[in-house]
């Protein structure tokens, strides 16, 4: 055994990677396509699974309503839809505005004196070690009335003497965009830090030579070299944007529904695991499309892993 | 040259970029000092130190431990103590698991051909593609099924029944923590030199020897930063353990979003300040022993 | 010893799938026979087949057909740990989490050998690549040709019966290198061990070995000492790739036992040379091969056997000798000629479109096979 075991590779790498991929293959995989099972069945009364095969909750998903306000047998109800909808558009905005913050920090980090450059990192690192709820409390503490970003805009129109009263900033759209941006900001910070970081500086100086201005170095030169880091962030940004739940439960209360929290209600409050299980099956194909256009026009960088 | 080295718009970013990571964080451990029970407001430090907590209104006007208040409270706040318990037994076993299972997956991807290795690289990228959400009601549905079928089958009852708990919170972390570490030691390894190895057996090491004397010292640097990534990344699950957890293996952050939902006194801020304190402490003691390490012993 | 041939290659073949699925013969139906105490090389291009075939001695890969004896006993898929053969690695290998001492020390540990013998032994190795009171540092610490010294050091503290070098000085740079291949010839000899050598830099080769194989697309072209390579070179690829040789291209038209007769058409004459194969027919087409060296170039208007007209290309001076780039009848030679006199008159050195007159001499002329 031992002998043949040594001589063939193939049963040395199955025998390494198996105790992994037995692991992943039973957590990660089986549970995906319990998931699309439980999705055609139907609740119980119990709030147990009663399996079947039925589209009831994918029909549903997508609008078709029995219970209607004017009294006809169907109509079309947009709450899921829109949820799904806001989600996305939310996803989206996320990611842009953590591109366009992280772009100039990653870039100024890049090209700091190396000595001061692993300090710069740290500090963007720090935040994130701290754990993701807390962020949350920390941001539904600046934002509330009474909050501590009130205090700062009514002290800035005191000295101006302008008139102000505090903005009702909790629990709105707005707060959970930036409840997401502050979340996943590092995440794009470090891969796009590590692609820049990659860059010689003989190209900046070859673009500078071949006669480009600041503007086009950065359009011809910068920025297609960095698009791999980029590409890594979003990913690492839009994804769990998209199945996030806290950020909206705490920032956006009542007001912000995002496919995340119907998923959640469906398995604790609401107690329909095959409709929430519907829902779980459409994000994570809305996430998938949207990943493979990404990653099959740019590529899915080695960055990711850098990160 | 440079064009953009001392742009000022860069400069300014970058001012505005931290002061938006850090200013949330400041106000969070401000606020843990707060003089108001409520914590809606900022009612100045507590004041002063007594023997016994003194109160006026919603507002402590002294305390044993003065401005520290929340924090001795926090102190004797046993469900905090028990969730950090948890929060540590989880990280430890989950993390010790997923290394060891998770190194030997990336010497097998890196060095080796055998039938399942495509299946086995393409399933590490699942937890990067795939909303935690989805793996998180996943894995419940299928504890739920399985733990059913099996109480049923096998007439478990009371203490015996198969439930969520620690067990279940723990295997489901290591699922989505050894891609992360295999994918970091997989790193490491496409710069590792095979001559090291056959070095090694040339001159007389067996195959075990050669991996405990030569590989093994060699990828050390990248088992560990896998292992403490997924150290942090246990430390600070959210959505699997929300999903897997059940009576007794609360985390901390689970603990914490219970308290958000419900009265948040200072002493959330409190925890949160240890918390953050606790994170950077070590943090800085990891980067002083790599820096130790790196620097050449003359 | 067991056996007279240090390490003995029979009829050994090793078989790659390239990553494009085709299956490559990396070392093609090889044998030879290594001798105790010889310094032998294998020289080739990069993908001829000599580091695999050093691989296959040392046990990190075995042959897909045929055997690889050491000390006469076949060795099959014994491990490397259990093969009494050592190896100095061309990325030298050397570990850097241990000190130069440790990774000495290493392959006696694993021998069990005990403490105090370690550290004699250990001490005795560093003297003899004269590195005594490095035993502290870390392999980064030192130059390259230092850790080329610790490299070697490591292999021949377990006193291997044989040690195998992979290209051992191809990172040190012109100068080192020099002194290093005296230094480990030097060494061999001390020792007296065998020594299997790969390189692909000839003059390494040449300068080192007692014999040489020289191998190319996986199977040896030629095994002989330096001496009979160069000079009596076994094919067309030997003499272009040993040294530098103009080609003719011709017929046999009759044959001796050392000399053989070639119509070349291009000059529409014969030539008499030295058959370097025993087995040619008449009429068969054959290469020549001439060293520039062995050209030699005749007064002006000389006739008879063996002598032509060429017209001068270019005259290049590097010192010690002049290339003479000439065009004799459409084909490009080069001739080389030794700078014996000291002198600086410009119509002492040969100008474009000269006519001169070059000698062949049959026992300078290598009629060779073809392929």
Known sequence: MLQRLRESKSMQGTFLALPTTLWLFVLLIIPLFLTLIVSFGQRSPDGGVIFSFSLDNYIRLLGYSTDCPGGQASCFDPLYVNILWRSLTLAFNTTAVVILLAYPLAYFIARAHPKRRNLFLFMVLIPLWTNFVIRVYAWMMLLRKEGAINIVIGWVAGLFGIEFTPLEMLYTPGAVLVGMVYEFLPFMILPIYTSLEKIDNSLYEAAADLGANAVKTLLRVTLPLSMPGVVAGTILVFIPVMGTFIVSDILGGRQVILVGNLIQRQFLDARDPTFGSAASLILMVMTLIVTYFYTRKFGFGEEIVAA | ?298 | MTSEFAVELRDVVKKFVTPEGNELNAVDHVSMQIKNGEFFSMLGSSGCGKTTSLRMIAGFEWPTEGEVYIEGRAMGHTPPFQRKVNTVFQSYALFQHMTVAQNIAFGLEMEGVGEDEIKKRVGRALEMVQLTGMERRRPKQLSGGQQQRVAVARALVKTPSVLLLDEPLGALDLKLRKEMQLELKALQQQLGITFIYVTHDQEEALTMSDRIAVMSKGKVQQLATPVEIYERPSNKFVADFIGESNFLEGTIKSLARDEAVVFVPALNAELRGMPMSSDFVNGEAVAISVRPEKIRIAENNAKGDGLFEAKVLTSVYIGSDTHVYVDMAGIRLKVMEQNRISRLDPSSFYTKDQIITLLFMPENTLVLKKD
């Open chain 2, 1 to 298: 040259m440079n064009p953009f080295k001392r742009s000022p718009f860069v400069i300014a970013a970058a001012v505005f970029v931290y002061t938006f990571l850090y200013a949330p964080i400041l106000i969070l451990i401000l606020y843990s000092f707060n003089a108001s029970r409520t914590n809606v407001t900022f009612d100045g430090f507590i004041p002063a130190f007594s023997e016994r907590v003194e109160m006026d209104g919603s507002l402590v006007k002294a305390s044993p431990c003065g401005p520290f208040h929340w924090y001795c409270d926090l102190a004797k706040n046993d469900d905090v103590i028990e969730a950090a318990g948890n929060t540590l037994t989880i990280a430890f076993t989950a993390t010790l698991i997923a290394t060891i299972i998770g190194t030997m997956a990336a010497l097998a991807l890196q060095r080796y051909d055998f039938k399942i290795k495509p299946f086995s690289q393409l399933s590490l990228y699942i937890p990067i593609v795939i909303p935690e959400i989805v793996m998180g009601i996943g894995i419940l549905t299928l504890f739920s099924q399985a733990f059913g079928w099996l109480n049923n089958a096998f007439n478990l009852t009371g203490d015996a029944r198969l439930a969520l708990g620690i067990g279940t919170v723990t295997v489901s972390h290591i699922a989505f923590m050894v891609p992360f570490v295999t994918l970091v030691v997989q790193a490491r390894l496409q710069g590792f030199d095979k001559s090291f190895e056959e070095a090694a057996m040339d001159l007389g090491a067996n195959e075990w020897t050669t991996f405990r004397r030569v590989t093994f010292p060699m990828i050390l640097p990248g088992v560990l930063s896998g292992a403490l990534l997924a150290f942090t990344l246990s430390l600070d699950d959210f959505v699997i353990t929300f999903f897997t957890n059940g009576p007794g293996s609360t985390t901390l952050p689970i603990y914490v979003y219970g308290l958000l939902r419900r009265i948040i006194t200072p002493q959330v801020n409190a925890l949160s300040t240890v918390w953050i304190l606790i994170v950077f402490i070590a943090v800085l003691l990891l980067q002083w022993l790599q820096s130790r390490e790196a620097k050449p012993a003359h």
